[in-house]
């Protein structure tokens, strides 16, 4: 394999991780949309300030969110699949 297909590859895998963090922090702005009343600007403001306040990264704050309200960890977009 080239370098040239391994920096590929390595790009690749990081869009694929950062849709998947996406989907996960889109569900999470979701329900705490529909928790809170809220615009999803002022949702996103809460795992943010959630996120700095526990000095953890919000993609995890988010799938907890998730996983709390579901009973199940987040799961990427219907028809997505990472290789």
Sequence with gaps: MSLRQVRHARVQHQLANALVSSSV???AIGIL???ERCTATAAF???RK???HRNRKLRDIAAELVTAVSG???QPRPG???D
């Design 33 to 35: 949309m529909g928790q």
């Design 72 to 74: 199940a960890p987040p």
């Design 25 to 27: 922090i889109d569900q």
């Design 80 to 82: 997505f699949q990472m």
């Design 50 to 52: 959630a996120s700095q």
């Design 45 to 47: 403001d809460i795992l």
